[in-house]
Every structure is written in C-alpha cells, then in structure tokens.
C-alpha cells in the first residue's frame, strides 16, 4: 500500500516536472532569453593584489591610513562609517593623541547638559563616527534619491568586496559605443553615470576620484594617482569591514598547528588501539 | 607515519612496545585536555567589559559650578560618583578626628590630592552592599556625621566620607583621578 | 543493552560506586559510548559522522549562548549588536564565525551521515525507529538552522524571512492568515525577529532530547555495519570504548581542523555578502538564496513552473507555486516511508550492483539540485532542476521499489568476521565504490 502510493506520488510530481521541463523547452526554444546589457558588459572586479590576501596577509599601516585620509576627504561628505569607533584608529598607527584630534574634528550628537535639547559636541574617542544624514529620507533628498550606503561593512557586503571597492572607484568610463548600438534601451540615464563593475552597470554615485593628486599624501608615501587612492581606500574599508583580520589569521594558524600535532597523535593512538584487531 | 611505528614496534620487545603504546594513548588524551583548557579562554573572556564598556571608562567632570558645600552626582563606570566641595567647617571637623580610632583609618590628605583639600571625590557606592548613599543632593539626609548616610542599613559617612557608624566595613572609595585643570578632573 | 556479551559496568572508583549505585548514570554512560557498547568491528570512516555531527551540536550550543549573552533580539539594534560582537566583545569574532561555520559543518556531517544511511541501508528493519528519529532532527535542524539565519537582521535575513514565511502563503484559504501568524505581522519585524531568537534558542534543546531518542533506539538493535550482516556473535564486535572513541578521535581532529580552516581563513566563503547590509523592506536583494545546505530544496521549489489544470478547461487545480511548496515538503517527508519503500532484504549497497549505480546517481542528482539551487531563478538552471527534481522523486518513490524487486544482489558474506578475515586474503576483490568500501583502512593496521 505504502509503495503504491509512494508511486503515485512520484509519479505525480515527476510528471508535472517533466510537464513544465516540456513547457520550458519550448518556451526557451520559440522565446528564447534576451540578452541583456548587464549579462554582456558586466565585469568581475579586477584584482589590486592587497597586502591582506592570504593565510598570512596582513594590512599594511601606512596604506591604511593613506586610506582613511581619502575617506575623510573624499568619500565622508556623503557616506558614514556608522559602526567604526575612533577608538578603534589604534590599529591604523594613530596614538592617543592624534585619535583625538581625528575624533574632536568631527560632531557627534549630544544633549546639552543645561537645556535638555539636541546639540552636538565635539566627538570622543569612545564615539562612532557620526552618521552624515540623520535618516534615509535625509540621505536620499539631498542625493537625488540615491541613499549613500554606510561604508563600515561595505568590503564585506560585496562579493570579493576590497576588490570589487577598487574597482569600482578606477573604474568609471564613457559608455562603450558598442553596448549603445547594441542595447539602444540601455543608454546611462540623466543624472547616472556609467560602471562596469557595478551590478546593472550605471550608478548615481558621480566619479569620486576624478585626478590624481586629489589628496596630498605625506612625505615617503606614493604619488597618489586615481589607481592608489582607490587601492588605499578600498584597504582602508577592507579594515572598517574586519578589523579582527590579523588577530583572525594569526589565532588560526596556532590553532590549526596544535591540532595537526593533535590528529597524527590521535591518529597513532588509534592505529595502536587496533593493532591487534583485524577489521 | 603509522607503518614506520608498526615497523620499530615490531623489532621491540613486548615490554616495549606496549609502554610506548601507553605513551602515545596518553599524548593524545592530553593533547585533547590542552586543547579542550584553551578553548576555555575565549568562553570565559568573552564574559569581561568589551572594548567599547572600557572606552567608556574614563569621565571627565567640570568643578566650576560646584560651590562649597555643595555637592553633585554624576557617573563614572556605570556607577554613581559624588564629587564635593567641602566648606572650612567641613574640613575642619574631618581633621579634628583621630584617624587611628576609625574602622578603616584614613585622613582627609590621603583621600583628597595635595592642595585641593577641599574636593572629596568619591564612588556613590556604600561599601556595605552597594546602595547609593544619600547626601549629595541639596536637603538629602546627611547622617549623623554631616557626611553620606545610606538609607538601606544604615551607614553613616563623616564630611570626609568615612564610615562612622553602620555596617559598612570600609570608607567610600576614592576612584582614581587627576585635575586636568583647575576646574576640571578626569576620573579614570 | 544490546548483546548478551556486552561488558559490564564495574565501578573500580569508590565514589563512582557509590554514585552508580544511587543513580546509575556512570552505568548508563558506560553502555552507551562506553566499553559497555558491543559495535560490529568493521565500521568504516563513514561510521565517524554520527559522533561528529554530536560534536557539532555541541560547538553550536557553546557558541549559540555565547552569542546570547551579547546579541540583542530587536529589529532596531539587532544588526550592530552583531556588529558589537564582532567588534568589541572579547573573542566575539570568534563566536560568531565558529557559530556561523559551526552551522554549515552540523549540515555538511549530517549529510554524509543521512548518505551513508542510505548507501548501507540503515533504515531497514530493526532499525526503522533510527532512522524516522534521524529525520525528525534533520527538519529541526532545518528549521533552527533557518531561523537563526534571520537574527542578524541583514538583507538576507529579512527576505529569507519573508521568503520561507510566504511559502505558508501558498496553502489555499488560510495560507496568509497563517503567514501573518507566523510573523506576527504582514512583514518580518520586531516581532518575528523576538520569536526567532527564542525558537532558535529553544530547538537546539528539543535536538539534544530526540538525539538521546536517536541513540537509545540505536543501541536496541545495536549499529548496522559496511556488509549489513547482523552481529553473529562476540567475535563479530569490540566495544564502543576504546576501539570507536580513538577512531571518533582522529575523525574530529580531521573535523576540526577543517572547520578551524573555515572560521579563520575563509569565515564568510559560505555565507552571503548581502546580509552585511541591514535589513531594508523598501529593497529586495537582486538574488535571493537561502544559505547552502537549503539549495537542494530551494531548487525543488522554483522547479515548479506549471499549474495543474484540468485540460482544455483552464481550471487551475493546484498553482505552480503551491505544488512546488507541497514538493519540497514532499521530498524531506518521502524519508519518513523510505523502510517501508526500499524492500530489499539486503541492506549493504555493497552487495547491491543495480542499486548502487543509483545511489551513485542521487548524489549526483543532489549536487545538480544544489548548484540549481544557489542560481538565479534562469535558464538554463530552472530546466536542469525540473530534471534533476523529477530524477529525486522517481528515484525515491519509483525507483527504489522496482529495484528491489528486480536486482539480484552479491552473496553476502556469513558474517561480519568472516568478511574481515576474507578481505585481508583477496585484497581488492570487493568492488566497493572508491572511498566507500571498509577497505579504506591502512591494511597495514591490521
């Protein structure tokens, strides 16, 4: 009985799946999918080669730094680095003092002690930096709609995200002629601007870094071409996504040898255990 | 690996080879107890303040406002902290007591910095079981000895916040702390 | 509990005897992964998952109350509390990435050890109850799994939510009213998020409990073996403890070692990019994927592309979408018939040629429906699925029937001794399939 209705049941789902397999193919065959701009001028992020890649890698301080210089002068104007505390600039090289001067800079929120209302004072070192808008509604009236996305977690919220930041900052361009002619439809709106690396390939962001030299490095660091300062920033929130990297890695590679050593004496110890016993 | 041990084991005796067989067993065992003790360290530090509870663990206090014999609360690690402006006739009184004679022996010198006798700070916490003491507040029941007075048992804390009478067995703490200027101290 | 010849337990410390003697919990942990336990002497590697997938529970509850102690079950704060965790609690990164890995390698042991079950035929009788309460823990861990996904609040988190949540939607009439119920609102909110965490934190318990359930059913019968021949006798078993224990030893170094390469090498490579966005309602992900241990099951969902309508008429009978959901509830409940389905007498694949070509092809099969199942919803992968699908169900429901009627399978061996002793003099003769034969020890051992 059990059997006869198993068969049943089989039978029934593989029928309707074979059924809409058939309806499938022969949709697919008399309306077959239509190419689309994204499928044909999409490209996966270029590699920048970054000093963090790999078991060992770890973040280069200098670069980091660089890096947080042209967030602060280029990317803070419109995007925050909401969950990152300046506190936390320790691990970039800054000492005390120079994490409060970075964290004075900046306004946080406050209530005033006397009036009870909204007010803001200089930040601390304890404080995250300060979200640039109060609220999305804020954020999207002031950039045509286009809500500037926080940045703190931005290296991890993209598929091979330093990468894929890199990218997408040295990447702007003219849109290809090639994909106008093909796709008529797809031409770069009013107001968007064209990105191979970004998803449906025009993004409302305007080219950030627009010449080199935008932002003077200090004395000993390199010529801060378009290329480096999008390398540098793309480390910087590599750092703001995984601040725990290095102790990650370093923690790892201690726990993986001691169980290494483990498994071959547990290996052993069994292989002794059943010396005796053919199995 | 485990042929070429087989093969030495096979050369030993039988004495031998079952001691190092007993070794090897006991390595790997142990190997799983070190393992298993330095697993136990992130269990057990994940518990402690984190980074942001121990950003938090330094206040900074502006002393302008407070007039002598005044007082106000504020907070300091979660925790209340009194800071005082003692008038003459405050300080006088704590000096006139012999320190020797009290339960936790202490003079208002080594409880103020040198030279800002006249600033008492101290946690608002009873050293009893941890109740606020009342006393800072403008008409708060200062205690018989015009200091705090704990509402919960019953401690009385003279003008140097001492304990005096009650169940508390120590003064009231004296958290660390510097004058980063003449108006203002930094807790911490 | 299970042989006549089963060692017994004899307290050799004073204290142990004196406890044993008021609670024989010493005793009760002794028969049953103690020396006290007789196991058939030739399991093989594939034996090692049951032991570890405890191992695996037990990392996950570790780790999962860790994580309570920090995390915040609000959809205001949810999201940068995890944040908080990884950030500035000690360890917290830790935690969060051995939970995160943990649960993915509870899955990935679970699967090879419901695989085994199934190539070794221990679902057959006596062990029917194993089996059943094997499943019943594989749909908790699917629902655990699932909504612990939710309570980081990303982007992922809430359209899962959504998502899964409107599968309910699909049951005609009261499908919306339940869908609205499960939420606690007409969108993933405050409230869903609340009662996700304390399901998730209850669950794992409830595990725990069927788990004690799995293993007393296991030791009625006692564990099945490579050759499915019963335990003839003593020299047919060694006990659990020490042989199993230093085996299950080395399998969890082996284990561990790979999850630890996960957690600190890789520790997102299995997760998805957009659940470090916070949850936004008014944006959808472009692709919506639940995490990959659902991938089969997701692919026999979006399978379903047809409605059943009576011909000619145009009356819909059941929609694409409801069939698809009645199909991938199916094909985790079709498990719970497999005994009563598979009627060969012969349990062990080894001995079954026609039924191992099959069994071959399932996996297969599965692994298809997971790289479907991790797509976008497009062609060609919607098509392959609809193949792959219908191969699972036939395989299940058509397949495993026919086959048992029809196979003429290998003569098995007299007993479990018998087939150890005949393996060392015709090395090789066995055709097991590459990896899954007993014969993956070092021969050397022996």
Wanted: proline share 8%.
């Amino acid at each position: 009985m059990v059997r006869v209705l198993a068969f049943l049941v089989g039978l029934f789902f593989s029928g309707m799946l074979l059924l809409s397999f058939i309806w499938g193919g022969v949709a697919f065959v008399s309306e077959p999918p239509v190419p689309t701009a994204e499928k044909e001028f999409h490209k996966h992020p270029e590699k920048a080669g970054f000093s963090f890649e790999g078991p060992f890698g770890k973040y280069d301080r200098a670069q980091l730094q660089r890096g947080f210089q042209v967030y602060s002068e280029v990317c803070a104007a419109c995007h925050s680095l909401h969950q990152v505390a300046f506190r936390s600039l320790a691990d970039l090289g800054y000492n005390e003092a120079e994490i409060k001067a970075i964290a004075a800079a900046r306004q946080v929120p406050a209530v005033d002690p006397n009036t009870g209302e909204a007010t803001t004072r200089e930040g601390a070192p304890a404080d995250k930096f300060p979200l640039v808008y109060p609220n999305n509604v804020a954020a999207a009236a002031a950039n045509n709609n286009a809500i500037p996305p926080d940045l703190s977690l931005i290296a991890k919220a993209r598929h091979d995200g330093a990468n894929y930041v890199y990218s997408l900052l040295s990447g702007y361009q003219d849109q290809p002629a090639e994909l106008v002619r093909k796709f008529p439809d797809a031409k770069t709106g009013e107001g968007l601007h064209y990105n191979p690396y970004f998803a449906n390939l025009n993004l409302a962001m305007a080219p950030p870094l627009v010449m080199d030299g935008q932002v003077t490095y200090g004395e000993g660091q390199p010529k801060p071409t378009i290329d480096q300062m999008a390398k540098d920033v793309s480390a910087f929130l590599m750092w703001t996504a995984e601040p725990k990297m290095e102790a990650r890695k370093s923690t790892g590679i201690a726990v993986v040898i001691f169980l290494l050593f483990a498994t071959v004496l547990a290996y052993m110890s069994y292989q002794n255990i059943w010396a005796n016993k053919k199995h | 690996m485990a042929t070429e041990v087989q093969g030495t084991e096979a050369v030993m005796d039988e004495g031998e080879g079952v001691r190092r067989r007993d070794f090897i067993n006991i390595a790997a065992v142990s190997f799983a107890g070190v393992g298993g003790l330095a697993v136990l360290y992130p269990l057990v530090t994940q518990m402690s303040p984190s980074a942001d509870v121990l950003a938090q663990a330094t206040t900074e206090v502006d002393l302008s406002a407070i007039q002598p014999g005044q007082a106000i609360k504020t907070v300091f690690r979660s925790q209340p902290l009194f800071v005082r402006q003692l008038t003459e006739k405050e300080i006088a009184e704590a000096d006139a007591v012999d320190a020797s004679s009290l339960r936790d022996p202490q003079t208002l010198e080594e409880r103020t910095i040198e030279g800002k006798k006249q600033w008492l700070v101290t946690m608002g916490v009873c050293t009893h079981l941890g109740c606020v003491p009342l006393g800072a507040g403008e008409g708060e029941n200062k205690g018989e000895y015009g200091g705090y007075f704990c509402p919960c048992h019953g401690s009385h804390y003279d003008t140097a916040a001492r304990i005096r009478k009650g169940p508390a067995p120590k003064n009231l703490v004296v958290p660390e702390y510097q004058f980063t200027s003449d108006t203002a101290i930094l807790v911490g | 509990m299970s042989f006549p010849w089963a060692e017994h337990y004899t307290p050799k410390n004073p204290v142990m005897k004196w406890v044993d003697e008021r609670l024989p919990l010493p005793r009760l942990v002794y028969n049953a992964v103690g020396a006290g336990y007789p196991v058939p002497r030739n399991l093989n590697y594939f034996w090692n998952f049951g032991v570890l997938a405890g191992v695996a529970l037990t990392i996950q509850l570790v780790t999962g109350i860790v994580l309570a102690m920090h995390y915040a079950a609000n959809a205001g704060v949810a999201f940068d509390s995890v944040e908080h965790i990884m950030r500035d609690v000690n360890s917290g990164w830790l935690m969060r990435y051995a939970h995160a890995n943990g649960a993915s390698f509870f899955f990935i042991v679970v699967y090879l050890h419901i695989f085994r079950g199934l190539y070794y035929g221990s679902y057959k009788a006596p062990r029917e109850m194993v089996w059943l309460l094997g499943v019943v823990i594989f749909l908790l861990m699917m629902a655990t799994a699932f909504m612990g996904y939710v309570l980081p609040w990303g982007q992922m988190s809430f359209w899962g939510a959504q998502v899964i949540t409107g599968l309910f939607a699909a049951i005609p009439v009261v499908g919306e009213p339940i869908q609205v119920w499960l939420l606690g609102g007409f969108a993933p909110g405050n409230a869903a998020l609340n009662r996700f965490f304390s399901l998730h934190y209850l669950l794992p318990f409830v595990i725990a409990g069927v788990i004690i359930l799995h293993i007393w059913a296991l030791h009625i019968p006692g564990s099945s073996n490579p050759t499915g021949v019963e335990v003839k006798g003593p020299q047919d078993t060694v006990p659990f403890h020490p042989y199993y224990t230093a085996k299950d030893g080395f399998g969890l170094g082996v284990f561990l070692i790979l999850l630890a390469l996960m957690v600190f090498f890789a520790p997102n490579a299995l997760g998805h990019p957009d659940n470090y966005i916070p949850a936004n309602p008014l944006s959808t992900p472009a692709h919506i994927v639940p995490e990959w241990y659902f991938w089969p099951f997701y692919a026999i969902l979006r399978a379903f592309t047809m409605d059943l309508v009576i011909p000619f008429t145009g009356i819909v009978l059941i929609p694409a979408k409801l069939l698809g959901v009645m199909a991938m509830f199916a094909s985790i409940l079709l498990l719970f018939f497999l005994p009563w389905i598979d009627t060969s007498p012969v349990r062990s694949g080894n001995y079954r040629p026609l039924f191992k070509k099959f069994w071959w092809l399932l996996i297969l099969d599965v692994l298809v429906l997971g790289y479907c199942g991790g797509a976008p919803a497009e062609e060609p992968w919607v098509m392959i699925s609809q193949i792959a699908s219908a191969y699972y169900f036939a395989h299940f429901l058509i397949i495993l029937p026919i086959i048992a009627s029809i196979e003429r399978p290998l003569p098995l061996p007299g007993s479990i001794t018998e087939a150890v002793l005949a393996k060392g003099k015709f090395e090789g003769e066995q055709s097991a399939p590459p990896g899954m034969g007993s014969d993956t020890q070092p021969t050397g051992a022996a």
